[in-house]
């Protein structure tokens, strides 16, 4: 999210607003999978703040080279 725009001020007020059981169900297990967390929830929560962005293509790198 930060590296598409949103401010550390924006993320907080997002996050708050979720309720326990809002949250609770970004964390979707999979178990079966090879691991722990399947993670489309979560995009899928993502993908409705940000819309359809790939990270490849924002203005902030997610790593700096030193």
Do not use: C, H
């Not at 999210?1 to 007020?13: D, F, H, Q, R």
């Not at 970004?26 to 178990?31: F, G, K, R, S, T």
């Not at 940000?50 to 490849?56: F, K, N, T």
């Amino acid at each position: 999210m930060y590296a598409a725009g949103v401010s550390i001020v924006e993320m907080e007020n997002i996050v708050s607003k979720l309720s326990t059981w809002e949250f609770s169900k970004l964390v979707d297990l999979a178990w079966s999978k090879g691991s722990l967390v399947a993670g489309k929830a979560f995009a899928e929560f993502l993908t409705k703040i940000l819309g359809d962005v790939r990270i490849e293509n924002l203005n902030t790198p997610l790593l700096q080279s030193p």
